[in-house]
């Protein structure tokens, strides 16, 4: 069993920055992949980025790419989103999400374990 915790949201302007950072459960941490998602209001969750148990492979969605950077510290069971470059349209919450397989977190099909979630608002 893994538990996700997400932090580091809150509202910032737009071309502003900020880091989510996922604190997990467990001595498994360094197994998974991890990946985040965000669901912004009146729309459906979609993929942000991922990446792999090593941290030698990562997936960004278009939207997001060369804006946003995961990362990952296996000795402290975390993984970071570090966003700038904000945009309104970036407005959503946030989940960290953990999977056995980078390929099956990649897109969202096979997710093992969820966060609750963090709010990033962007102002314009």
């Known amino acids: 069993q893994v538990q996700l915790v997400e932090s580091g949201g809150g509202l910032v302007q737009a071309g502003g920055s900020l880091r989510l950072s996922c604190a997990a459960s467990?001595?498994?941490?360094?197994?998974?992949?991890m990946g985040w998602f965000r669901q912004a209001p009146g729309k459906e969750r979609e993929f942000v980025g991922a990446?792999?148990?090593?941290?030698?492979?990562?997936s960004y969605s278009d939207s997001v790419k060369a804006r946003f950077t995961i990362s990952r510290d296996n000795a402290k069971n975390t993984v970071y989103l570090q966003m700038n470059s904000l945009k309104p349209e970036d407005t959503a919450v946030y989940y960290c999400?953990?999977?056995?397989?980078?390929?099956?977190?990649?897109?969202?099909?096979?997710?093992?374990?969820w966060g609750k979630g963090t709010l990033v608002t962007v102002s314009s």
């Open positions: 999400a953990a999977a056995t397989n980078f390929r099956t977190i990649v897109g969202g099909s096979e997710v093992d374990y």
């Open positions: 990446i792999s148990w090593g941290g030698g492979g990562t």
């Open positions: 467990g001595r498994l941490f360094s197994s998974y992949a």
